[in-house]
């Protein structure tokens, strides 16, 4: 991610800052805007910074309408309410002077700063026994607003291998610099000696990789196996919520699905996820 991007990102939570009227942590706005402002310095800064950690510290607890004994208690609140979103509103002021100090030409344009898609493809390298998971996947992929002609599946027509196809012929066809594989790897995948083959092969060809976890297998089962890039587990919110990020700015996704209808669709597939792994 280049620097100007991590700039723009830190302005969209800045700017959202100045929108929040009202002064309650229970507000939908106030609440809308802390969890993107967490998602966003998770982004530019990484899960373990210094920078989120910072953030993790502030209180913002206010409820107005707090009373006992016919008096207001929460004038308090409200004062350590307004200062850590103050402290908040610094920070991400001071983070973008940083990074603007940083700016001295070094910075090639990406290919999203000039509107080219560093991806065309989503690769889902899967066990067959899987499928009923690469499903909700699918859906997943497609209420972010990919397309069904970007996501490759073997497990399912429409998105993959046609009766009579070459099998092996088509994926290496499939994979080039310009496909994300998505590596959904569970207890059926890592016992399955042709998956653990297509993941070698899906490594060598393609450039941008994310292992997504089938709970209950775990990240330091596959240690050793693959290099470790950031992933998620499938049925993990805010690693959706990243995911999704990511793949509206490889894919330059334009019409991007209002936040508010993303958390109510992707609570639907995740309650059918944890039905379907439990």
């Known amino acids: ?35 993107l402002t967490e998602r966003t310095l998770i ?9 989120i ?27 350590e309410f307004r200062k850590d979103l103050k402290i908040a509103k610094d920070l991400i002021i001071n983070y ?18 000039k509107g080219i898609s560093s991806v065309n493809k989503v690769f889902i390298s899967h066990s067959s026994k899987d499928s009923e998971i690469v499903e909700e996947l699918i ?8 397309d069904s002609t970007s ?15 070459n099998f092996l012929q088509r994926i290496k066809n499939e994979l080039t610099e310009k496909t994300l594989v ?27 990789h994310i292992p997504i976890l089938i709970p209950p297998f775990r990240f330091d089962q596959i240690e050793g196996v693959i290099p470790l890039t950031q992933g998620l587990y499938i049925n993990d919110c805010i690693g959706l919520n990243l995911l999704k990020d990511l793949l509206e700015e490889k894919f330059i996704i334009e019409d991007k699905i209002k936040f508010a209808n993303w958390e109510r669709k992707r609570d639907r597939i995740l309650k059918r996820l944890d039905e379907k792994i439990n």
């Open 1 to 35: 991610m280049t620097t100007n991007r991590k700039i723009e990102l830190l302005q969209k939570i800045l700017n959202k800052t100045e929108k929040i009227k009202v002064e309650s942590s229970s507000d939908p706005d106030f609440k809308t805007w802390k969890s």
């Open 43 to 51: 982004k530019v800064f990484g899960a373990e910074s210094h920078e």
């Open 53 to 79: 950690r910072e953030f993790e510290k502030l209180y913002f607890f206010y409820n107005p309408g707090i009373w006992v004994g016919g008096m207001d208690y929460s004038v308090k609140d409200l004062r």
């Open 96 to 113: 973008i002077d940083e990074f603007k100090e940083d700016l001295n030409g070094e910075d090639e344009p990406s290919n999203e700063t």
């Open 139 to 146: 859906d997943i992929l497609e209420t972010i607003g990919l």
């Open 151 to 165: 996501i490759f599946c073997t497990s399912f027509g429409e998105y993959g291998i046609s009766f009579g196809e």
């Open 182 to 208: 998505l590596f959904l790897i569970s207890e059926n995948f890592y016992s399955s000696p042709v998956c653990l083959c297509e993941m070698g092969a899906t490594w060598v060809q393609s450039k941008e």
